[in-house]
């Protein structure tokens, strides 16, 4: 039911004309001095200070507490467009290390105003030579009617930093993506397999005139071409029962046409048929669940820094554990004897990235690096997947991240990678660099809690709902990154109610496993919360969900349920025949719905939330305050 629902939801939330609306925009080189642009204490435009000798917008501060400004020009774009900008930007001395740098954005706001969100580039720090930074924004709302764009220096920053050269311009993806498959790596030796591509058809075609085909090497040797079972400007689908196959590797090919026989796109995918599945220590099966030596598993976890305060954490609710500073032997030993599986992060080992070890300076060596990392530890029974990809996004990041994924299949089989972002334009575009996918929601205190049901969905969507989630959910407060008032109230830890919310609120949209960020930042009690406290909660949210996991990753069949508002997160599960539903109210207010099952029931029970009301033999009443999450066993 969830797949379906996924399928059904993907083109409303991802659809994007590509069409010629261009950003309009002056004087983005400063050759014109300051004109068009409102500039704060601190920058000001310096000919002589650019690229080449030309004219640089300057900032130039020495007091850390300098109150927070930024430059910005007010632009125009389009709803429903995306938008590639760029600057190319140098620093001096910039710091201190926990501010995120010289940078630049695009925001946008309603008629009224109200800021409704915006996409954010990199950032540089220390000193740097003429560097160019990239940022791609989400699809522009409907509702947005005033842009500003802002090259600016995090809050908190010192030193100098120049910027020159900037553009926007439309962002034409390609019409069309990856294709997909709904067989773990490709891979399988019976059963129906789904095929996905993702389309961004410019309107200018419309649906009728469009042909799209895909194609398939058979048993006999043959090629076989069948139009796609479903096609919108975002999606063509098509299935195919293994045994059609080719034996062994071959091609899935798919191409999009228009009537007079023009190809749009293609694009293809190698896909093996086996006798028999390879017999794996961590895999994932056809319902999206970690298998462990044969064992169904729900990753929940925390992201750590250094080994401190490891016993404490082996005490909590958690099963895994993302640590940053990789563990060696003797940490790995000590995790799994206390029944903590590692995900093991190579996410750092890129020639060029910012953490990279001093010995990687190119591609050959990050793999002799990842190698030695796999050789020490593919074959630790605590292993439990390789941690690729933190929040590394763009063109130039690609065919590194590629590679990686591509490189860590053939070292260690045995082994899932994990990649996690939060830049949601480009969840397509890394289609072919992870095995597992997670993105990061925080949005206490700035931000509704409904950013979560709506992160996780949108991740959902991209990937047609064939990609495992293991989502990361907000354990921590901004006061240790924010450097303008962190401790204040305004970035304070979550609550429980409120980590209770955002845990549940991914499960219902579709997570197969929850990390949370982070064990180190409540560590740093910048927020005022002690630590055995902020430690306490978040153990209390771990334990209510690990006390669930067995529902969690049961695939019996289950009954279908209609009716429930857009802004509730809904999932089923059925266990030992009784039927368990949970229900996220993912908005600030609060709400009631009747839901219908696709069968009768006798009984309803809460197993946290307010009790429900039978109000016909197939549906139930359900109340909910506001970001309440419910679950019911229902007989």
């Known amino acids: 039911m969830l797949a379906t629902a996924v399928l059904l939801a993907c083109s409303r939330m991802l659809s994007a004309d590509v069409g010629d609306k261009g950003a309009r925009a002056a004087n983005l080189d400063f050759e014109r001095g300051d004109k068009g642009w409102r500039l704060p204490p601190a920058y000001f435009v310096a000919r002589?200070?650019?690229?080449?000798?030309?004219?640089?917008?300057?900032?130039?501060?020495?007091?850390?507490?300098?109150?927070?400004?930024?430059?910005?020009?007010?632009?125009?774009?389009?709803?429903?467009?995306?938008?590639?900008?760029?600057?190319?930007?140098?620093?001096?001395?910039?710091g201190p290390a926990n501010v995120h740098g010289a940078t630049l954005g695009i925001e946008w706001s309603d008629a009224n105003g109200r800021h409704l969100g915006g996409s954010?580039?990199?950032?540089?720090?220390?000193?740097?030579?003429?560097?160019?930074?990239?940022?791609?924004?989400?699809?522009?709302?409907?509702?947005?009617?005033?842009?500003?764009?802002?090259?600016?220096?995090?809050?908190?920053?010192?030193?100098?930093?120049?910027?020159?050269?900037?553009?926007?311009?439309?962002?034409?993806?390609?019409?069309v993506g990856h294709l997909l498959s709904s067989a773990y790596r490709n891979t399988a030796d019976k059963g129906r397999i789904e095929f996905r591509v993702g389309l961004a058809v410019p309107k200018k075609h419309s649906p009728e005139e469009l042909k799209a085909e895909f194609s398939y090497e058979t048993p006999d040797g043959s090629r076989k071409t069948v139009p796609s079972r479903g096609l919108s400007r975002d999606m063509a689908a098509f299935a195919v029962d293994v045994v059609e196959l080719k034996r062994g590797k071959s091609v899935v090919a798919f191409r999009l046409k228009t009537s007079d026989s023009s190809v749009l796109g293609s694009t293809q995918l190698p896909f093996s048929r086996v006798a028999k599945m390879p017999s794996r220590h961590v895999w994932i099966d056809e319902h999206r669940r970690t298998i462990v030596d044969g064992k169904p598993f729900f990753p929940l976890g925390m992201y750590t820094g250094s080994a401190s305060?490891?016993?404490?954490?082996?005490?909590?609710?958690?099963?895994?554990?993302?640590?940053?500073?990789?563990?060696?032997?003797?940490?790995?030993?000590?995790?799994?004897?206390?029944?903590?599986?590692?995900?093991?992060?190579?996410?750092?080992?890129?020639?060029?990235?910012?953490?990279?070890?001093?010995?990687?300076?190119?591609?050959?060596?990050?793999?002799?690096?990842?190698?030695?990392?796999?050789?020490?530890?593919?074959?630790?029974?605590?292993?439990?997947?390789?941690?690729?990809?933190?929040?590394?996004?763009?063109?130039?990041?690609?065919?590194?991240?590629?590679?990686?994924?591509?490189?860590?299949?053939?070292?260690?089989?045995?082994?899932?990678?994990?990649?996690?972002?939060y830049q949601l334009q480009f969840l397509r575009e890394i289609t072919s660099t992870f095995d597992v996918i997670g993105t990061d929601p925080y949005p206490v205190p700035d931000k509704p809690l409904s950013m979560v049901t709506d992160w996780t969905r949108r991740t959902d969507c991209a990937y047609f709902g064939f990609r495992p989630m293991w989502q990361v959910p907000q354990a921590f407060d901004w006061g240790g990154y924010r450097t303008e008032n962190p401790g204040s109230p305004q970035n304070r830890m979550p609550t429980v109610d409120e980590m209770r919310s955002m845990s549940w609120q991914c499960i219902a949209s579709g997570a197969n496993g929850l990390v949370y960020y982070s064990f180190t930042a409540i560590q740093k009690e910048s927020h005022g919360l002690p630590f055995a406290k902020a430690w306490a909660d978040v153990c209390k949210v771990g334990a209510e969900v690990r006390r669930y996991i067995p529902v969690l990753l049961s695939v019996e069949p289950v009954p279908a349920v209609t009716g429930a508002p857009v802004a509730w997160g809904v999932r089923t599960w059925r266990k030992d025949g009784v039927t368990w539903l949970l229900v996220v109210n993912a908005q600030d207010?609060?709400?009631?719905?009747?839901?219908?099952?696709?069968?009768?029931?006798?009984?309803?029970?809460?197993?946290?939330?307010?009790?429900?009301?039978?109000?016909?033999?197939?549906?139930?009443?359900?109340?909910?305050?506001?970001?309440?999450p419910a679950l019911y066993r229902i007989k």
């Open 48 to 94: 002589g200070s650019g690229m080449n000798g030309t004219s640089a917008l300057v900032y130039d501060n020495a007091d850390p507490k300098l109150p927070y400004a930024f430059p910005s020009q007010k632009v125009r774009l389009e709803p429903g467009q995306t938008y590639r900008f760029s600057a190319w930007i140098r620093t001096e001395g910039l």
């Open 120 to 175: 954010y580039a990199g950032g540089l720090k220390g000193t740097t030579d003429w560097t160019r930074l990239e940022g791609v924004t989400t699809v522009i709302p409907e509702k947005a009617a005033s842009f500003r764009f802002i090259p600016y220096c995090s809050p908190g920053c010192v030193g100098k930093a120049y910027f020159d050269d900037m553009e926007i311009a439309p962002y034409e993806r390609p019409i």
């Open 309 to 421: 305060r490891r016993a404490e954490y082996v005490k909590g609710p958690f099963n895994c554990v993302m640590p940053y500073q990789a563990p060696d032997a003797v940490g790995m030993d000590f995790y799994w004897t206390n029944g903590v599986m590692v995900i093991y992060s190579v996410k750092d080992v890129y020639a060029g990235a910012k953490h990279t070890p001093r010995s990687v300076t190119s591609e050959d060596a990050a793999d002799s690096y990842v190698q030695a990392k796999v050789d020490a530890f593919k074959n630790h029974p605590g292993l439990l997947a390789w941690y690729v990809n933190d929040e590394l996004v763009g063109d130039g990041w690609l065919g590194m991240l590629t590679r990686r994924r591509d490189f860590l299949e053939c070292a260690d089989p045995d082994h899932p990678t994990w990649a996690v972002i």
């Open 589 to 628: 207010k609060a709400d009631a719905a009747e839901l219908t099952l696709s069968e009768e029931f006798s009984e309803i029970l809460a197993e946290f939330g307010p009790a429900a009301e039978k109000t016909k033999a197939c549906t139930v009443k359900i109340s909910l305050a506001p970001n309440e």
